[in-house]
């Protein structure tokens, strides 16, 4: 820590949170509700500055998690979302000295006077150490509002090696939620957003016996029984898609929450974003009808290798697809008409330009992962 981190308050602090006491095997552990503010004030390394330096956990376990800026970043734009929240709690630790839990009161004192003691010892800032939750800390600094309560665990006397034990546990035997899942799960929200939109075209587009894509979208990122072939994830194709409905999902969603306009944009913007007015006037129905075109006119151009299930075959497959995606834009620039929608005969047109074959789309001729992606959508945006 730096000389500065190390200052002892001048006088006495003693914060007093409601508390539940819970008993685990390893010890009693806290389980308590703290203003953002005063958590902001109690917490430390990764809440005043990027690390110079390992935290103590982390250099017990070997490992290094510095502050990711653009983390921070994105957190400190969501907690001023109007349904921001942090349900899971953050864990801290606290040496068993500074804190003090009353039975009664069902509270818990964290000071920066020791309990023998008679005066300050420590920084108030420095009376709780991190072990899981630094990045939503950090976002919470940018916090605008009046009120955000977080649920916080916190462990009283807890040594190195149980913090390490602990910080272990949260952070590398959790598991992340599927991106597949997370999206499919904006179905049940009432407002509109691109992520629910993008959802929404995902399964018409899988559901729909006419559709290119019927059955091949693995919805919640697991194969669906009964089903033999499914190249493409929910994920995929929202995120491909959502690129051109809008620069910032989130802030959209925001606003569309708390009811506000969002305002059609310009024939400029549109050259970026060929669905985004379509969004904003809740044309969705528009969007499904181009990508239906779009990907039934490469179907019809290249119709053995999208039937094809072969795994050297990469044309229907999570690279040919955000190709094609991506090669959308170029199409769109071509056809020269800022409005997202785009004939079918001019698709129709410009699959029978691009120079390659049925057999052409093989992992020799664009290999497995960004950079075959990358070589076909050279291919494509090569046609003019």
Not at 267 to 279: G, Y
Request: hydrophobic content about 40%.
């Amino acid at each position: 820590m730096t000389e500065e981190m190390n200052l002892v308050d001048p006088d006495p602090v003693t914060l007093r949170f409601e508390c539940l006491k819970a008993r685990q095997p390893i010890g009693d552990v806290f389980l308590a509700s703290v203003p953002y503010d005063q958590l902001v004030k109690i917490t430390y390394f990764d809440v005043r500055r990027v690390l110079q330096e390992d935290r103590d956990v982390e250099r017990y376990l070997g490992i290094q998690r510095p502050l990711i800026n653009s983390r921070v970043d994105g957190l400190q734009k969501y907690v001023n979302f109007f349904d921001a929240s942090f349900p899971t709690a953050i864990i801290i630790a606290v040496d068993e000295r500074f804190a003090e839990y009353d039975e009664q009161t069902k509270s818990i004192s964290l000071s920066n006077v020791p309990r023998d003691g008679d005066r300050p010892e420590i920084p108030i800032r420095n009376i709780a150490r991190v072990l899981d939750g630094q990045h939503r800390i950090a976002g919470l600094r940018g916090f605008k509002g009046d009120a955000f309560d977080l649920p916080v665990t916190i462990f009283v006397g807890a040594d190195i090696a149980d913090q390490a034990h602990i910080f272990a546990t949260v952070n590398l035997e959790q598991q992340k939620v599927n991106k597949s899942l997370a999206y499919d799960l904006y179905s049940l929200a009432k407002s509109r957003s691109p992520q629910k939109t993008c959802h929404n075209v995902a399964v018409v587009l899988d559901q729909d016996r006419d559709s290119p894509l019927y059955k091949r979208i693995k919805r919640l990122g697991v194969s669906t029984d009964g089903r033999d072939f499914e190249p493409i994830s929910q994920a995929t194709f929202v995120e491909a898609l959502m690129t051109y409905v809008s620069a910032e999902p989130k802030v959209d969603r925001d606003k569309l929450l708390k009811g506000e306009m969002l305002e059609k944009v310009d024939a400029e913007e549109l050259w970026k974003r060929p669905f985004r007015n379509m969004f904003v006037t809740e044309n969705d129905v528009q969007i499904v009808e181009v990508i239906f075109n779009y990907f039934s006119s490469v179907k019809d151009r290249w119709p053995i290798a999208w039937a094809s299930n072969d795994s050297g075959n990469m044309l229907n497959r999570t690279n040919g697809f955000r190709a094609f995606m991506r090669a959308f834009q170029h199409v769109h620039k071509l056809h020269g008409t800022p409005s997202g929608v785009v004939p079918r005969e001019f698709m129709d047109e410009f699959m029978r330009k691009v120079p390659l074959k049925d057999r052409d789309f093989n992992t020799d001729n664009f290999k497995p992962g960004s950079a075959g992606e990358s070589a076909l959508l050279s291919v494509l945006r090569d046609v003019q």
